[in-house]
């Protein structure tokens, strides 16, 4: 019953954020939405993580599963990507390294923060 619980709070917020963006007109994709209201809602204390925590973990331990599909998809789609696949790839290679150099400078960041405070 807990799990069901946390699921259905996890589920709320992404209606939300769905609704959210059927509302208003950005180019935001109602993940995002539900991901911020779900944040604000954490920082803030209206939802405490031990609402949402166990649900939580365990869509990140099965995250892997749900890329299945998406990796399907782009065989089926193989005809429409052969054109643009160095874009593509050259896209995705300048991506994934932003992402680790900035995850890394964040990382180091936050860890020197916290030891001066200490």
Do not use: H
């Amino acid at each position: 019953m807990k799990y069901l619980k946390q699921f259905f709070i996890i589920l709320l917020i992404s209606l939300i954020g769905e609704i959210l963006k059927a509302t208003i007109s950005l180019p935001i994709p109602a993940s995002i939405y539900g991901m911020v209201i779900l944040f604000v809602c954490l920082l803030t204390g209206v939802i405490k993580l031990e609402q949402v925590k166990d649900a939580g973990k365990f869509l990140i331990e099965i995250m892997p599963v749900m890329f299945i599909p998406a990796g399907v998809g782009l065989m089926v789609s193989w005809g429409d990507l052969k054109p643009i696949l160095m874009q593509v790839s050259v896209i995705t290679v300048v991506t994934v390294f932003t992402v680790m150099i900035s995850t890394g400078l964040i990382s180091q960041w936050i860890i020197r923060r916290n030891k001066e405070a200490k």
